[in-house]
């Protein structure tokens, strides 16, 4: 399995790098965060957000599970920390398989719901600024992504 690692050195590089990422987003895809509290899962989302075109301030979703936003596609960003393991249908597919882009934070929590492509996003803490992300895409589409953003 292809494995793409990037280090970066403060918020603003996280932010532009999802950023780059979310201006090449098209409708159906998927992207799975996972990483410590703090490791920059929300910081990602908002580059993502904002490569996508919107205005909007993103906030962490914790308590409502799924927030909605309108950009260039709409933006489904869920953050399941606190579904724990759940293996009931809780109707994800109809973001997943919708007109948008879906976020989730946390999102080894929901893996027997996950579709059988995206893209794995792991971040870890490198110190108080620097962050080491590695990109795992599952599926052709995924890979196509990677290969465009991760120079080489
Ligand atoms: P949670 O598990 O609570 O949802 P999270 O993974 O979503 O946490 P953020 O809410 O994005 O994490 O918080 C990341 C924190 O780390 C922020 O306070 C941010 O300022 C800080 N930070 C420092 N350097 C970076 C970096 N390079 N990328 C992202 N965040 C960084
Ligand atoms: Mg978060």
């Known amino acids: 399995m292809k494995r793409y690692e990037r280090i970066v050195c403060s918020v603003e590089e996280t932010l532009e790098f999802a950023s780059q990422l979310g201006e090449k987003l098209k409708e159906n895809d998927v ?3 996972e990483g410590d509290l703090g490791a920059g899962k929300t910081t990602f989302t ?3 957000a904002k490569g996508l075109g919107i205005k909007r301030t993103i906030s962490s979703p914790t308590f409502t599970i799924v927030k909605e936003y309108k950009g260039r596609l709409p933006l489904y960003h869920m953050d399941v ?3 724990e393991n759940t293996f009931e249908d ?3 597919d109809e973001y997943f398989d919708g007109d948008g882009v879906t976020v989730i934070e946390w999102a080894h929590l929901i893996k027997p719901q996950l579709p059988d492509e995206l893209l794995w996003i792991y971040l870890y803490h490198q110190g108080e600024s620097e962050r080491k992300m590695i990109l795992e895409p599952i599926g052709k589409r995924y890979e196509q992504l990677c290969e ?3 120079e080489r």
């Open 90 to 92: 809780l109707g994800f």
């Open 81 to 83: 920390y606190r579904l």
């Open 31 to 33: 992207i799975a965060l």
């Open 148 to 150: 465009e953003i991760i």
């Open 46 to 48: 908002k580059g993502l």
